[in-house]
């Protein structure tokens, strides 16, 4: 079984970078597509970028496309989001999840899910 954390969350201001880290727990870990989402107050669990199991393909939603860089390293087994020019809605929380599948931001698509992680952002 595959386990993820995710790490690197916390609180930010306006205009600011974070980078979440998504630690996976089993040498497989390279055969993983490896997918972030994020949960915001109010609102149901949507997915914002997508990352295949070698990271020469990534996808992104328009809501982050631009800001928002997810990479890997897969000797550390660990998946990275990189987050720039923040803004008060990027707040929530940011869950890894991982599928054997191609790249996807759908839920029901990833069998494995991290606890997330909270970032604010808010002056």
């Known amino acids: 079984q595959l386990q993820l954390v995710e790490s690197g969350g916390g609180l930010v201001q306006p205009g600011g970078s974070l980078r979440l880290s998504c630690a996976g727990s089993?040498?497989?870990?390279?055969?993983?597509?490896i997918g972030w989402f994020l949960q915001s107050p109010g609102k149901e669990r949507g997915g914002i970028s997508s990352i295949t199991s070698s990271g020469a393909s990534t996808i992104y939603a328009v809501s982050v496309k631009g800001r928002f860089t997810t990479s890997r390293d897969n000797a550390k087994m660990t998946v990275y989001l990189q987050m720039d020019s923040l803004k008060p809605e990027d707040t929530a929380i940011y869950y890894c999840?991982?599928?054997?599948?191609?790249?996807?931001?759908?839920?029901?698509?990833?069998?494995?899910w991290g606890r997330g992680t909270q970032v604010t952002v808010s002056s």
């Open positions: 999840a991982a599928t054997v599948g191609q790249l996807t931001m759908k839920e029901e698509a990833n069998n494995y």
């Open positions: 089993r040498f497989t870990f390279d055969r993983y597509t």
